[in-house]
């Protein structure tokens, strides 16, 4: 099963599951998590090859929505799932495959289509860090500078970074290999009726008005919400615009729930 961080609380609210994106880990989620759970308990996940979860050789929407699952029915369910960009649509696909599991959705940053970007540039910045030479994260962030990686991104990446042992904690032969799936979508049947929350930020281009008819396809109860003045990484850009949106939506009065 999945490592999973318990931010454990005694709110009778319905737990909230937050999957993280690619590169990330449940800790980049820590002071969001810790925040939320004063009125629920919080689960935030490590997805598979990432963090402290198993390692695997597959990375597709299926595998990982499983994983999500297996979490789930462990805790118990339902819960309401909060996914970023990866986590999103795995989050997403979760919903579509096993609605039973999940009350309410957010989906940060990203939509049910297949995107052609790639992220191969940022796999190859990290594998050509030194980590001899690391004996802090400042020296990893560092050469990633020197590599052209942006100092937002060094500091994402390097919180992925076990020091003492000199590796990365992420699977990223196993990421590499699997990076056509992981910027696709799956086709899945079916819709998820529940409540659903978009939460874009304002300028990010991941999310456009063309992808909207298959959003609301999909997910017939959306809401479509943006926070200004934040990219791809709205919760860690406007944190605090961020947990104020979430805790909204999910407080909402909704005659489905």
């Known amino acids: 099963m999945l490592n999973y961080i318990d931010h454990a609380s005694d709110a009778p609210a319905i737990p909230l599951l937050i999957a993280h994106g690619l590169f990330g880990s449940g800790r980049n989620w820590g002071v969001i998590a810790k925040r939320l759970s004063d009125q629920r308990r919080v689960i935030a996940v490590d997805m598979r090859n990432h963090g402290q979860s198993p390692r695997a050789k ?135 009726e529940g409540p659903t929350l978009f939460l874009t930020g304002g300028n990010s281009e991941y999310v456009t008005a063309e992808y909207r008819p298959r959003m609301k396809e999909l997910f017939p109860q959306s809401h479509f919400a943006k926070i200004p003045d934040t990219g791809h990484w709205l919760h860690a850009e406007k944190p605090r615009d961020f947990e104020a949106a979430v805790r909204t939506f999910l407080t909402m009065e909704f005659g489905t729930d």
């Open 58 to 192: 597959t990375n597709s929407y299926t595998d990982m929505s499983g994983d999500l699952a297996e979490v789930i029915n462990h805790i118990g369910a339902p819960m309401d799932v909060l996914g970023h960009s990866m986590g999103g649509k795995t989050a997403m696909t979760l919903a579509l495959t096993d609605p039973g599991l999940v009350r309410r959705l957010v989906v940060a940053d990203i939509a049910p289509v297949s995107y052609k970007h790639s992220q191969a540039a940022f796999i190859a910045a990290m594998r050509g860090v030194d980590l001899n030479t690391v004996t802090r994260r400042s020296d990893a962030a560092a050469q990633l500078a020197a590599l052209g990686v942006e100092p937002a991104l060094q500091s994402f990446f390097t919180q992925s970074l076990d020091v003492a042992e000199k590796r990365w904690l992420l699977n990223l032969d196993a990421l590499e290999a699997n990076m056509a799936d992981i910027l696709s979508f799956p086709e899945v049947q079916g819709t998820f």
